[in-house]
């Protein structure tokens, strides 16, 4: 597993100088009043960079949730090929909270220890429907956990999220979210095969000013399984 960041790297541009294609790049700087992931809340206000490189229809992404609390930090990477409406990913995430009494370390894939967690994801967005959806497995890096608080078997556990949209011309988008899980996975605490545990109503909007943007987003969000609500807001400027 730790030859995947190198490799999907390698693999990117190397299918960059096969196709051809110029290789595009962007990057955005967005500040959100708190990180919700599948119908919870994962930390605070943050900083929400990203990178992108695209070429042909392959795209790498590296993106990070930072809040200004220092109590957690996350850094992704995803790799994904968009062929018509599919696209296919695969995303490296490595996850790491301040109290943790484990020494850091970004390249340990180890079992036992590691901080990554690898997804594959699917996902279909017609161009004549203003739905998409999307299915996410866990392939490594999430396990059941066992009585003596060790990692035992892998959940392969899934998430599928469906959404719809409506564009308002120049006021912006509205979106509707519905996301379940699917087999045991940490989104029940690994107690329930299948949950409804996001419903979300987003409006986003992005200003334009020459060649930078300035994406803005808000949303009200409802987890039914753990009973819970939110409300998040980013703003943010990409070029």
């Known amino acids: 597993m730790k030859k995947f960041i190198i490799t999907a790297s390698a693999l990117l541009l190397s299918l960059a100088a096969l196709a051809g294609s110029p290789l595009k790049v962007s990057g955005t700087a967005n500040i959100q009043s708190a990180y919700l992931w599948r119908g919870e809340k994962v930390c605070e206000v943050n900083f929400n960079p990203i990178l992108e490189a695209s070429v042909g229809g392959f795209t790498a992404q590296a993106f990070a949730y930072l809040p200004f609390d220092g109590s957690y930090k996350e850094i992704d990477l995803d790799f994904f090929y968009t ?30 220890s590691t901080n990554h967690i690898m997804e594959a994801i699917l996902c279909y967005t017609p161009s004549s429907m203003p739905v998409e959806a999307k299915w996410f497995t866990f392939f490594y890096g999430d396990w059941l956990p066992e009585p003596d608080g060790s990692r035992g078997k892998p959940t392969f556990s899934s998430y599928l999220e469906l959404s719809a949209h409506h564009d308002f011309g120049q006021w912006g988008r509205g979106a509707f979210v519905l996301g379940s899980c699917i087999f045991k996975g940490p989104y029940t605490a690994y107690t329930k095969d299948f949950a409804v545990i996001h419903c979300e109503l987003r409006y986003t909007k992005t200003l334009e000013a020459g060649p930078v943007k300035f994406p803005l987003s808000v949303s009200y969000l409802v987890n039914p399984y753990a009973r819970t609500t939110f409300m998040n807001a980013s703003v943010g400027v990409s070029f």
């Open 83 to 112: 062929l018509g409406p599919w696209s296919l990913h695969l995303a490296d995430y490595f996850i790491r909270f301040a109290n943790s009494p484990i020494k850091e370390n970004y390249f340990d894939f180890r079992k036992p």
